[in-house]
């Protein structure tokens, strides 16, 4: 089975309901923001992005909430499906020589029928 | 369009042994980069290609090499393998920096 994410923080909710994933990021500079999803086996998958001049972006059953002022990100699934269940990770660009991210450790979402 | 490859999916190796891993991306993106996943915490960069012909360490380069071989292909070696090495490792790409990156499938290594 998968081995990444063993003791990773977990969030069960209950299918339909909406689900709201939290960051903390680490650096004031960064100013890209990235969602990714992972499930078991694969690799991460693209979800959404926001940049540093933006505290809100909505995407397709999704939105990216971002406070710069205490460094907080947030992803809001509405509706979640049991499709949805996977590790979800935020990742900031810090700017400056080379497209760096940095990777949180991630949350596990069990969606429960 | 298969986006990023990897190969080989599974690896076994005994410490000391080499090997070399593989990954192609055919979205024509400049940037490169090898992370290694290991349980509980979040990837961490081994090297990257910040464009054709130029290759830099990240984070975790040691043990590891690289070579981007052209625009399309990034490989990743082990001289010598060691237990501290089990791992999965993923390849990315992006067009450029401040671009998103995207992952391959990973490689799963298992040294003993």
């Known amino acids: 089975g998968e081995s990444v994410g063993l003791h990773l923080p977990t969030l069960s909710v209950q299918e339909g309901d909406n689900s709201i994933i939290n960051c903390a990021y680490s650096?004031?500079?960064?100013?890209?923001f990235i969602w990714y999803k992972q499930e078991s086996g694969k690799g991460p998958q693209f979800i959404i992005d926001i940049r540093s001049n933006m505290d809100k972006r909505q995407g397709q059953r999704v939105t990216v909430l971002l406070n710069k002022t205490v460094k907080h990100l947030s992803l809001q699934i509405a509706a979640t499906q049991p499709g949805d269940s996977a590790v979800y990770f935020c990742a900031e660009n810090i700017p400056g020589g080379y497209n760096k991210l940095i990777f949180g450790a991630g949350t596990r979402l069990a969606v429960h029928p | 369009n298969a986006g990023v490859t990897q190969t080989p999916k599974f690896q076994v190796l005994k410490t000391g042994q080499s090997m070399t891993l593989q990954c192609a991306q055919d979205?024509?993106?400049?940037?490169m980069y090898w992370y290694r996943q290991d349980p509980g915490m979040g990837l961490r960069l081994i090297y990257y290609s910040a464009s054709e012909g130029t290759t830099d360490k990240g984070e975790v380069p040691n043990g590891y090499n690289v070579s981007r071989l052209n625009k399309r292909e990034f490989s990743l070696r082990l001289e010598s393998a060691a237990p501290s090495q089990t791992s999965v490792y993923f390849c990315?790409?992006?067009?450029?920096?401040?671009?998103?990156?995207?992952f391959g499938p990973g490689t799963r290594l298992l040294v003993l």
């Open positions: 979205m024509n993106h400049n940037s």
């Open positions: 990315a790409s992006s067009r450029g920096q401040q671009e998103t990156q995207y």
């Open positions: 650096n004031s500079a960064s100013d890209y």
